[in-house]
């Protein structure tokens, strides 16, 4: 029996006790102090209560057992905030019902390949964020944690509840988030009150039950509109509201969901934007890690926009973020009690149900574990094995075992593809260089009066908006049916058993069950429970399994349990033969990939026959999904022949049909986002004999889950027109069946490997109609003629290139077609070309009109080519387009537009647009969202739209339609200008002339706070430009301006400056 003795406890007040030790707004200084004169433990005391801080690694060891220790909500302040939050996960007692549901059923919703599936989404908010430091500026000092917290509340909510709360875009605090912060200080302050001064505290009190409200009722509103239009979304609102507890049956109540979703807020926002704060804060503040860090980004993201597959390849970034968390964990502090009296630290009692508070940073700074230098900041600690290296349980900032963080895989990929993305774009500095770090304290903790200045970098092109957005993985749709069997009798038995809590162990397991039948085998597929004590032995076993906490998932419980417990003796699995997989995290350091391994060599001591070695995937490591591709591309052939299958010859043997060759195309040319949409819909909208260029209205179904916001683009993935695919065919002496494969040893965006038919290599990997560079024509010069016409017309082109080749735009086809003696290969031919693009269209609809269906209002390219007048030339995109017949399927991907070309959150605000011929795109969308608002009964502004075309009776794009009908409901007036038809536009030829004509209602527009768009040609922008800076001009000489002049506007620059930061925005083509 130990000897026990008392914890030690600094002296303070009788009945007050340490109260006057803390401040407030930083009591972990204190709580610091403290630990470094009373060492691993101490306790304190406020009126009568008492608080055990534990410090050092070896007793938190102990502590974090969780058979000795669970979570404890009980007198603290986590108590507190459950008057709003309930028994949702963060505050749930231990042991209560709906944590056990809601655990089940929310933990695959933040599985890798979810998380991985919300990267588009973070990358939507993050835009908003870097395009308001850009606007601010290098001079603004930028207070990075209210930012961050913008972010980090934003993306969490649009993430899981596919909510946008604006932060970005609205004045001052939102009032949730203000509602959400005065809540939780108040929540902090009642913690450490005794009950009956916040019982005096009546106006407090009265905030406290509104603020609640004020959540309460967003969460409700944001339920209630799900169940009434549940659309195609896939985020953790939907998981609540369709999940069933696997174990239970159970489903989450209403009640439960809203408590949940103001849990994701809490939870996911102070705790992500402290985290990117204090980063900051250390990257700032040391001048080599900033220099690492930024030459890693630029090495492995450069000028590209981030794609997941860059998430893995930043080690050093992972080594600043796992250092920042260790020196400054965002949650301090978490509460566990003991399930039993208790002697820790070999001789401290401690009593059932007594709060122990695990000092998270007190422990990350543990001499023993990190030697004397635990308080410097060096991520090089972090990486190269020694992260793995350390002892169990010493970097603790996401909590512990089943209560640990379930956010934490969304906290990280915000946190990365932020800091990524921001060292890509701008230069940043301390505003203050003297700055010494202090701490604002709530229930988290961030950077107090941390200022920084962003300066737009100089040295890259690096651009948010147009880059292309593949996304490596897509998350798996739905759960695999358990027990598919797929029957032929031709086929062998095969058995793919998987223990998943978050989906990729279910979506490996299913693609086996899928590639099966090529390979000769029918598959079953099921959970490793539903085994129920009998492994199969008529055909291979594949197991591929997951584990939590050392411990195997939820489905895989009973089974590790069954072969555990199975006396090995008799060898009793002698008959089964198999092969285990295993998916795990190297972040769980000391139980990696435990699962995996315990069944594999559990199988095989107990007489089973092992096919192949054990393979792994490290979830937060690179090549996660190819590990898996390396080991099932070994699997196969060792089944095949162990067990005699005959791989079939004809790949629809089985009922499994693989229909993945039209969305190849989009990935191997890098665009992996792209889905396949359905024309519903495709008219003409001039009148036929309208001068210029053609224009369509296109409408398609969105491919499933793609969703959009009106302003948005989509791009379109086209094939070339079958005439230039004709002059290739014809020019290289083709026939359109001829089958080709292409090899190739660097990276190329053909596909290579497989036979390809000729005329859709033409017709969809390459552009053809671009116009050849200087180094095209030099590699043709050496293929042709030593000497004569061709040698010297080609000569002449180098020489003149610009005029002659680029304005003209004459393409490698046209020019091995006009001069056939060049002797050039098909295989030279295309290394010539350029990858096929995709082109953008602004969405020409709004999501309130329907969400899963989107239009196009597009211009149809179709004229004499510019190089030769005897050539036609149709652009790509436009005419593959307007080819296009209902029914037809179409790659596409939903793209954002910038922040700025959207409308304002309120739909009150008054918004003036200026657009001509198919630049109306985007404003349609506007007035079509409008529409939608106004029958709805909501307060719209007032909406004018400036329209030049060239007559109302050919080219009035909607003119009779929509536009007619919209103007008669009061949502929008119209401000045409034709230019062939003046008489019929007060005398005004262009959008800029109509602009001035009725200056009167920009200039109210512009005092009403109204927004201002451009769509079209540069020429209507530059118009518009003209026309804004004349009255402008005037509206600086009159009185109205002067009584409410801004100091630092002085002239029309400064104005259209200003105007261009807050409230105008173009969007330009043509
Ligand atoms: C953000 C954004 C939004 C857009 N929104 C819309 C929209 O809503 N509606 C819309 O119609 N378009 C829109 N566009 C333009 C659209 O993306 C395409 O650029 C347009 O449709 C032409 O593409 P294409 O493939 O048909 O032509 P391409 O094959 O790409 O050909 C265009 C190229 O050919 C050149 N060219 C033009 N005429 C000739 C000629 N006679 N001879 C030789 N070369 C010539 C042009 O200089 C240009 O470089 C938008 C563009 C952007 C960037
Ligand atoms: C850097 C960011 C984050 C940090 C440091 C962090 C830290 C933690 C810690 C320490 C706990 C355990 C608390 C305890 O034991 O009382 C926890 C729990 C939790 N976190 Fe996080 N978190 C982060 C981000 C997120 C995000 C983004 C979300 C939501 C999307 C989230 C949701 C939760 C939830 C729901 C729990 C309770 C889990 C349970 O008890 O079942 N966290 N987090
Ligand atoms: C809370 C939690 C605990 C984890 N514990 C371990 C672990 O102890 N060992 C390990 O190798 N991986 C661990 N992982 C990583 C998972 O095993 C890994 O993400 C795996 O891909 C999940 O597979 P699944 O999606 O099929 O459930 C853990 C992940 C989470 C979220």
Known sequence: MATLAPIPHPPGWPWLGNIFDLDPEDSLKAIDAFAKQYGGIYTLTFFGNTLTIINSHAIAQELLDERRFHKSVVNNALETIRCLTGDALFTAYHGEENWGIAHRILVPAFGPASILGMFDDMYDILSQLVLKWERFGPKHAIDPADDFTRLAFDTIAYC?????????????????????????????????????????????????????????????????????????????????????????????????????????LIAGHETTSGFLSFMMFYILSNPDVYAKLRAEVDAVVGQERMRP????????????????MRLKSTIPMFIVTPFEDEVIGGKYLVKKGENLFVGVMNIHRDKEVYGEDAEEFKPERMMDGKFEALPPKAWIPFGNGQRACIGRAFAWQEAQLALTTLFQKFDFRLADPEYKLQINQTLTIKPKNLRIYATPRKDTTFNLGLAPT????????GTVPVETVVVDSKLKPMHVFFGSNTGSCEMFAQRLANDAPAYGFRATLGTLDSTKSEIPSDGPVVIITASFEGEPPDNAGQFVKYIEGVPGANAPFSDVRYA????????????????????????????????????????G?????????????KLWPVLVETFGAVASKDPTAGLDVNMSAPTKRASTLRQEDAQLGTVLENKLLTKPGAIGSAKRHLEFKLPEGMSYRSGDYLAILPTNPVSSVRRVLARFNLTPEQEITISSSTPTTLPVGQPVNISDL?????????????????????????TGKTHDALLQLLVDYVPAVLEKRLSVLHLVE???????????????????????????????WDPTRVTLTIGVLREAALGDSQELFQGVASSYLASLAPGDRVQMA????????????????????????????????????????????????????????????????????????WVAQGVVEVRPAFSRATERSEGCRYVQDRVLHDREDVIEAFCRNAKFYTCGSIRVAVGVKAACMSIIEDLLKSEAHSNEHDPNVKTADDFWAKLVNERYAADIFG
């Not at 597959?309 to 920042?324: D, N, Q």
């Open 621 to 633: 490591g690179e090549g996660f999904f190819e590990s898996f591709d390396d080991w099932e591309s």
């Open 309 to 324: 597959e860059h998430l893995s390849r930043l080690p050093y970034m992972t080594a600043v973020m796992r250092e920042t």
């Open 470 to 477: 593949p996304s490596a993985v897509r998350p798996s749709k």
């Open 818 to 848: 006009t001069y056939q003696d060049i002797d050039i290969t098909l295989s030279v031919f295309l290394t010539m070309l350029p990858a096929m693009r995709v082109r953008q269209y602004s969405i020409s609809s709004s999501p309130l």
């Open 580 to 619: 285990v997989f295993g998916c795990g995290n190297r972040d769980w350091v000391h139980t990696y990939q435990r699962i995996p391994k315990l069944v594999d060599a559990t199988l095989a001591s107990k007489g089973a026959q092992r096919l192949l070695e054990r393979g792994e995937a490290d979830a």
């Open 894 to 965: 939903v793209r954002p537009s910038a922040a700025a070309f959207h409308l304002p959150a309120d739909p009150a605000i008054p918004v003036v647009m200026f657009a001509s011929g198919s630049g109306i795109a985007p404003m349609r969308g506007f007035m079509q969202e409008r529409a939608a608002q106004k029958a709805t009964g909501r307060e719209v502004g007032k909406t004018i739209l400036f329209y030049g075309c060239r007559s109302p009776e050919y080219d009035f794009l909607y003119g009779d339609a929509e536009l007619a009908s």
């Open 160 to 264: 899981a509840m596919s909510h946008r709360l604006n932060s970005f875009y609205t004045e001052g605090v939102p009032p949730f988030v203000a509602a959400m912060g005065s809540f939780l200080r108040e929540s902090d302050g009642r913690a450490s009150r005794p009950w009956f001064l916040t019982w005096l505290m009546r106006a407090r009190n009265a905030k406290y039950e509104e603020d609640q409200r004020k959540m309460n009722e967003l969460a409700r509103q944001i339920v209630e509109e799900r169940r009434a239009n549940p659309g195609t979304r896939k985020d953790l609102l939907t998981a609540m509201l369709e999940g069933r507890d696997p174990q239970t049956g159970k489903t989450l109540t209403d009640e439960n969901i809203m408590q949940q979703m103001i849990t994701f």
């Open 762 to 786: 033409f017709s969809g990997y390459v552009e053809l109609a671009q116009p050849a560079t200087r180094k095209n024509i030099e590699a043709l010069i050496r293929r042709a003629p030593e």
